[in-house]
Every structure is written in C-alpha cells, then in structure tokens.
C-alpha cells in the first residue's frame, strides 16, 4: 500500500513526456501574457508600431508568394495578373526589410536586451539574417536576368568560402526550394520563437526605470 | 495593474542579473490595449501600402539572356569564349574547387577555405563545347574536327586552341573573319559550329538535360554564359557591375536588395576592391560582424551606447516625464 497521501496521488500528474511537455508550454509565458489586453504604461511611442507592421508585412509576403507557388515559377512572366502579384510580392518584401530595419534599431536604442531578453535579441538577429538569405534566394528564382546576374555574381561569394557545392547558387531548382520550403520555415520558426519570447518577459522597460513604476 | 510574472525573480538570475536590475514588462502597471486590433489594422495598412506601391511602380521582369541571343547579339564573343574553354584559359576553366583543380581558390587568413570545399560538381571546360557539339550531330566538317580534336595529344589540343585564342585577340573586334593564318587545327571549324548551335537555339537544353528529360540545374549553362564578355556589359550597362553596388541593385530603378548594402559596401572600398581574395576575405569579414550583431548585447562599449546616447530619453519621454527623477538617481 503506498504512503503517499490520498489527495497528493489524485492531483500530481503522472510523470510522462507528453505532461513534461504541457508544463513546458504553459510555464513559458506568464499566465495571461501570451495575448494580454493590457501593455505597460511606458509602451507610448510611435517607434512600437514598427514590430507589429513587420509581423504584419511578413503575412503579406507569404500570401502573395503562396499565390504564386500556385501559378508555378514562371506563372509571373506570361500574365499580366502573375507579374501584379509579383509585384505584389516584391513591395511586400521591400516594406517588411524596410521595418524590420526600423525595428532593430528602435530596439537597439531601447537597449532592448535588458532584464535576460539577450535571446530575444538573438532571435530577432537571426530572423533578420534568416530573410536575407530567403530574399537572395528569391531573387535568384526569377528566371530572368537578374537571376542571371546575381547568381553569376554570387557563385564567386559562395565558393570562395568552399560551400558552393552545397548552397549552388547556379541551381534555380535548387534555389526555388530553399527559397519557398527551407527558408521560410526558418524565418517562421525563429520568428514564433522571438514573439514568445517577447511575451515571456513582456516590453522591455525604460532605461532605469524603477520597479512597479 | 501589476501582473505577477513566473520568470524567475532578479535575486535569483546570477552575478550578471544582479548588474541588471531591468525587471520583466509584468510588474509595471498596465493600461488597456488591444494587441488584435493593432495587428489587423497593420495588416489592413501594409497590404494597401503593398497594392499602391505594385500598381503604381509594377517590378522588373528584363528576360533572360538566351544563348541565341547571346550569340546574335555578340557572335564574336561566344567564338572567344568557346577558343578560351577549348584552351583552358576561360574563368571557369581556371576557377578551382568546386568545378575543377585548376586553381587554389580563394583564402582568408591563409585558410583555403575553397580548396577545402573540395571538388564536388566537376565541370569540364572543353566539354562545355565538344558536348553540344557531338549531341548536336553537326555536318560532315563539324564531325571531321571533332574526330581530329579528340585524336590529337592534350599539348597538341592546348597548342591550337591557345594560338586561335590569342589570334582572336588580336583580330579586329575580335572577328574569327580576320584572324591572321595560323596553325590552329580544327578549333576554327570547332567554334564555329558551336556558334552555330548557340544560333540554332539549342544550346541551353544540351547544357542542362546532361541526359535528364528535367533539367533543373543550370549550372553549366551559367558557367559558359559566365565566362564570356556579354552577360558582364550587358549588365554593366543596367549598372549592375560588382564596382558598381551591382549585388545589391536589381535592373531598372527599383530598390533591389538594400539590405545588403553593407556587404556591398566591402567591394568597393580597398582592400576589398583590389584583393585576390575578396570574396572570402568580405565573407569572413560579414560573419564576424554578423556575429557581433547576434550578440551585441554580450560586448562592452558597445552595449552601453544606448545608455549614453539618449534616444531612450525621446522614446519614453512620457514615461519619464511622468517618472522624474529623483536628485543623483541615473536615468
């Protein structure tokens, strides 16, 4: 007969994978702040938009690609409708790098690694880098000449630090599937990553800013 | 309202947390706000920024440079090119790993980083030619100078094609009509049939099938395009050179890739600009700054210039005006 009292052995969940997992989930965010419908008093300022229009600018950017996944890769060079939604997909990718960029740096001047964010930092380092290489690769899945170019341009990069045979930047197959698999799972992993993290330890606050404030 | 946070408290964090006593957002007191809502109307503002920018300014679509056109455009050219791929002396054909042995390639700090990448997609010059010309089943002549080619000594092979080369050289505009008499073998007749093939438009396929009915990769083809002169002036010409921020520019006056502006920005300036290993050289230079960005918040200096420079004062100038502080308190 085992000592363990009867109501400790009702509400102790058994030791499993699946409970370890649940625990991980739920402590990883502070009850309440994975969608809270309040902020802090100091969030006050035009320079917080920039993160949100980033996320928002990264949907429109897998919308219009997924629209011409459906047209197939060379879709946009034949109809008029294909080349709109390319363009579409560039201006997207133009405005997402343009407040991804403004994003950082407000982030930079806020000193936003403070209070154990430096991951936080990290992962939206990362998801930047992450977009570079998933836009290079894009430009280099256009079929056309600046495909041509750049990736003639490129291969030169690329091998002289002896990955060339790997990432072959001469290889539009190749390109077109990290461009639309590889990579953006990457960019959407880290960047689910960086918004946990950002609603585990919530906005960072002004610089000495006195506890409880 | 202040909402209790689970992460851990300062007290409890280490040496470094106790340094900083920046607390997580969920202490400070709270005001309504509506995350949903400000996403769905970012949303709604981007994806009409998105439409008026595409209608108004569309995006670039210059074709891609086809060997036909190629060799309409610049006949001259593909002739030097094929004479350098047949001689050995083409970039390609000198480049190194991972096409060939030809070269030591590219080193950072006397690492041959190249070289160590090994020699995985094996690329044979001269069959950059001779190939499209076998598959093709060319006229009698054509087939005579392969005959003659392949029987020949590979010192003979070079002899021939190196003399054709530099004879196209000194040619006029480098017309194969005016090269001087020579002992050049069956290169002529070789280049020339491949001239004809590029003219046939037939050349892209027999460089990319290599026997596959789907020829995805056109690594080849690139190779060849690459080597010759017309794919650089023609995109020199959009403003598109390596001297010219042509990696980060696309053609016609759009945007291209700003963001890489800073990688860029090694090639134009010296050493970069004039070093043999330049590439590599800016490739290890990028990762080294790319890793002081990732972890900026690690470096001392550097990490302290938000404090300092108070642009922290201009965006919570709310807060601090609603917070002043106290005599000898930091802010």
Redesign the interface.
Known sequence: MSSVPRAERVHRPPDSWTNALRERIV?TV????A???????????W?Y?FG??T???L??VVA?GCVLAVGGSAW??VSSLG??V???H???V??F?GFM?IHLW?K????A??????LT??TG??A??AS?GT??TG?LS????????????????I????????F?V?????MLLWHVVLLPLAVGAITVMHVVLVR?????????????? | ????????PVAQ?GRR?KE?????????????????K??VA??I???L???G???I?????????TMAGWAEAAPNDVVATAAAELAGTSTSAS?G??YNSAAE??K?LRAP??????V??PVDSAALVLAPLTQARADAPTMAALATWRSAAADTRIGWATAYADALGKAPDGNPAAVAAGSYGPVPVLTRSFLDVALSGGLEGQLTSSGNFYG????RA??L??DGAY?ED??RAQH?G?DQW??MN??GD??G????WLYTFWYQVPPFSTSE?A??Q???LMMVL?LG??????IPGI?DI??L?P??RL??????R??P?RPG???
């Open positions: 402590s502070p009850p309440g702040q969608l809270p419908d309040r902020q802090p008093v100091y969030v006050s300022s320079i938009v949100v229009l996320l928002a600018a949907t429109v219009t946009w060079h080349h709109f390319n363009s579409l560039l201006w997207s133009e405005l790098f960029v407000g930079f001047w806020m000193a690694w403070r209070g154990n964010r430096v930092w990290v380092a990362v930047f880098l570079i836009a290079f430009y256009q079929s056309n000449f600046d495909s041509q170019w750049i990736s003639a341009e490129a291969k030169d990069g091998n002289s630090i002896g990955v060339g045979a790997w072959n001469l290889n539009p197959g190749q585990r330890h919530g906005v960072v606050p002004p610089i000495d800013a006195e506890d409880g404030e | 309202m202040a909402i209790p946070t689970r992460t851990r964090q947390a900083d006593r920046t607390r997580d957002s969920h202490s400070f007191a709270t005001r309504p706000y509506d995350l949903v400000e996403f970012a949303l503002a981007v994806s920024l998105t439409v920018l595409a209608a300014f569309s995006s670039p679509d210059e074709p891609a440079i480049y790993a991972p390639g590219q950072v980083l190249q070289k160590w990448g090994g995985r997609i995805g990769d056109q690594t690139l190779l395009l690459s794919l023609s995109a598109l390596g042509g990696m696309e053609t759009y945007p890739q700003p963001w890489m290993n590439d590599a800016v490739w290890a790319t960005l990732m972890f900026l918040p690690l990490r938000p404090r420079v642009v922290h965006i919570w100038r709310d807060y601090y609603d917070h502080r308190q930091a802010h």
